[in-house]
């Protein structure tokens, strides 16, 4: 299905359509949902444990194990994010039954984006599931700080993050390589393609500065960069001897 399970169209369907508005958001859809891999630089949207879609907001750039990375966090608010459907999953009307079983989720979720390979390298969530206190029945609790009229009743804290020998061999085998002096890394860890391809830079570097030293040696060509340059070409000549 290209839509959270307890979301499907067949679930809406026999809700009488009444499942997302009991839900308090229409976000069911899988379609664009990122895995390990996201756009370190846009938001994106993340399926959180099968029981909601959140949007992430970017963050700041930051240094992460030596790693250039992008923020981002996903939050949920308990207030439009009903998931009594989920629970019960009776496939019937009484899934969307106002007040049945009031129980909300919340989430706050920070992750961590690698630019180049645009893998998530961390990731930290708080997941929590509230229960309206005045019971079966009762719907829109205040939300407000200071209400009792709900309370957290369960709780899951989830973490995951690149380990060091791994953010090591990343380190060396991309961030190394990057950049305009990148080359003079000629390969690193990662030898192979890349060593050759450096070693050729390389090469090409050398050659050019040959054939810059014997270009100004020659007059024609010092006759063709006097107009660039504003200058006598015997005083080119004097300062490459």
């Given at each position: ?124 969530a708080e997941v929590i599931f ?62 192979g393609a890349l060593a050759i ?12 500065i040959g054939l810059l030293g ?28």
């Open positions: 299905t290209p839509y959270l399970t307890w979301r499907s169209d067949h679930r809406e369907d026999a809700t009488q359509g009444l499942q997302s508005a009991h839900a308090g958001n229409s976000d069911r859809s899988l379609s664009g949902t990122v895995g390990g891999l996201a756009s370190a630089t846009d938001p994106f949207n993340l399926n959180v444990a099968g029981y909601a879609i959140g949007t992430s907001t970017q963050g700041d750039k930051v240094t992460y194990k030596g790693i250039e990375m992008y923020e981002h966090s996903v939050v949920l608010d308990p207030s439009n994010t009903q998931i009594q459907g989920k629970l019960l999953g009776t496939g019937t009307f009484v899934d969307s039954l106002p007040g049945a079983l009031p129980v909300y989720l919340e989430a706050n979720i920070d992750l961590k984006v690698e630019p180049v390979s645009t893998a998530i390298m961390y990731g930290k509230h229960l309206d206190t005045r019971g079966p029945g009762s719907i829109n609790p205040d939300w407000s700080e200071g209400s009792t009229e709900t309370m957290p009743v369960f709780e899951i804290h989830t973490f995951s993050e690149i380990d060091d020998d791994a953010a090591g061999n990343f380190t060396a085998a991309v961030t190394d390589n990057m950049g305009a002096w990148g080359w003079t890394n000629f390969g690193g860890d990662a030898g391809l450096h070693t050729v830079i390389a090469a090409m570097y050398v050659i050019s014997y270009g100004l040696s020659d007059q024609a060509a010092r006759e063709q960069i006097k107009g660039l340059l504003g200058r006598e070409p015997d005083d080119i000549s004097d300062e490459s001897e």
